[in-house]
T-cell receptor, first 115, second 113 residues
């Protein structure tokens, strides 16, 4: 079983709808959580960075962390065709000498926003 | 502008040849990383470096080699020992340490025939 699970999609929504993405993880020691957006044939771009449980909002994006359920979410409000991309979750593994600076990534969810 | 550059964007090689992918950053980051991305498999860590002149194997280091002679540069060599080298290769950097976010370059698409 992978440490981070993410539904690959594709997730298709009409323009203007709310996009809801999530990842589940198995290791309760994960502390830092990130969401990346990746357009086709491009490098991932950091969207959101959170620490601890709760919500963080940035424009149309809201990141949510529920450590008790080992579940993180990303919501995109008023979705646009330009939001069509693959969204990757990432999290920081427990502090050990072997894990220094490393991130554990989900496989990514492909999102398609149709006009 | 600060950022990470990777060159070339597309690379074609014949089987049996070694090839070196370039990665440069001007973000003054200590740590640098190489990932491989295949369809449906997410990002897999090849090598990472926490500091100049030091690097460690990631999850899929076999058939790859790296060097870190300068803080700004972390080239990756795909050797002929790599059994399935065709993939999208991504370089990233971060300040390093627990939980620091990584920033990615634009990637190099390597095709070996």
């Amino acid at each position: 079983q992978k440490e981070v699970e993410q539904d690959p999609g594709p997730l298709s929504v009409p323009e203007g709808a709310i996009v809801s993405l999530n990842c589940t993880y198995s290791n309760s020691a994960f502390q830092y959580f990130m969401w990346y957006r990746q357009y086709s044939r491009k490098g991932p771009e950091l969207l959101m960075y959170t620490y601890s449980s709760g919500n963080k909002e940035d424009g149309r994006f809201t990141a949510q962390v529920d450590k008790s359920s080992k579940y993180i979410s990303l919501f995109i409000r008023d979705s646009q065709p330009s939001d069509s991309a693959t969204y990757l979750c990432a999290m920081s593994p427990p502090m050990t000498t072997d894990s220094w600076g490393k991130l554990q990534f989900g496989a990514g969810t492909q999102v398609v926003v149709t006009p | 502008d600060g950022g990470i550059t990777q060159s070339p964007k597309y690379l074609f090689r014949k089987e049996g040849q070694n090839v070196t992918l370039s990665c440069e950053q001007n973000l003054n980051h200590d740590a640098m990383y190489w990932y491989r991305q295949d369809p449906g498999q997410g990002l897999r860590l090849i090598y990472y470096s926490q500091i100049v002149n030091d690097f460690q194997k990631g999850d899929i280091a076999e058939g790859y080699s790296v060097s870190r002679e300068k803080k700004e540069s972390f080239p990756l060599t795909v050797t002929s020992a790599q059994k399935n080298p065709t993939a999208f290769y991504l370089c990233a950097s971060s300040y390093g340490g627990q939980g620091t976010e990584q920033y990615f370059g634009p990637g190099t698409r390597l095709t070996v025939t």
